[in-house]
């Protein structure tokens, strides 16, 4: 069972246009959601979260927005660059009860110089 | 050291062997997991420590996994009479404490042939 789903799993992008990754979860009791970066061969890499006591979270070219009702969290890339090209995660977790984070299947972005 | 560091980094083994992963955590950071990432899918919560705590191993696919961690240091992840399904990029990761943000390593990739 998906609690966290990432229906997209790819996406591409000009350089400069802006990239949105969408992410949808099931469980109420998530509070706390992350975005993860992950180039081949790699380990994922923290790049943002957000606590569901915020709508929106923004670092540098990249913003976490948070709709509660709808369960729905997207990443916004502006402008996108061809190193931001790379497997997306999106991660969720209950501060206040589970013991680990909830990941969806990750998107792939290809920024396309 | 300044990451999580995983070793061996790529291991080949013949069906029916059993395996050990490694695991080496941020210094001071009290919470270890251990996910997985198969061919084309999301990364799969295996188990998680915390301090001294009895550890999660609700993840755990079968019997043929186990891991211990001593103390708050090294983690080791056995999989005893591999199988091919087990083929997949196994990934450590920690945190300063239980919820907070996850830094992964670089993962151990297990191939069984």
């Known amino acids: 069972d998906q609690q966290v789903k990432q229906n997209s799993p790819s996406l591409s992008v000009q350089e400069g246009r802006i990239s949105i990754l969408n992410c949808d979860y099931t469980?109420?009791?998530?509070?706390?959601f992350l975005w993860y970066k992950k180039y081949p061969a790699e380990g994922p890499t923290f790049l943002i979260s957000i606590s569901s006591i915020k709508d929106k979270n923004e670092d540098g070219r990249f913003t976490v927005f948070l709709n509660k009702s709808a369960k729905h969290l997207s990443l916004h890339i502006v402008p996108s660059q061809p190193g931001d090209s790379a497997v997306y995660f999106c991660?969720?977790?209950?501060?206040?009860?589970?013991?680990?984070?909830?990941f969806g299947t990750g998107t792939r972005l290809t920024v396309i110089p | 050291g300044a990451g999580v560091s995983q070793s061996p980094s790529n291991k080949v083994t013949e069906k029916g062997k059993d395996v050990e992963l490694r695991c080496d955590p941020i210094?001071?950071?009290?919470?270890l997991y251990w996910y997985r990432q198969r061919l084309g899918q999301g990364l799969e919560f295996l188990i998680y420590f915390q301090g001294n705590s009895a550890p999660d191993k609700s993840g755990l696919p079968s019997d043929r996994f186990s891991a211990e961690r001593t103390g708050e240091s090294v983690s080791t992840l056995t999989i005893q009479r591999t199988q091919q399904e087990d083929s997949a990029v196994y990934l450590c990761?920690?945190?300063?404490?239980?919820?907070?943000?996850?830094?992964f390593g670089e993962g151990s990739w297990l191939t069984v042939v």
């Open positions: 469980n109420s009791m998530f509070d706390y």
């Open positions: 990761a920690s945190s300063l404490f239980l919820g907070n943000t996850i830094y």
């Open positions: 991660a969720a977790s209950s501060q206040t009860g589970a013991n680990n984070l909830f």
């Open positions: 210094s001071g950071h009290t919470a």
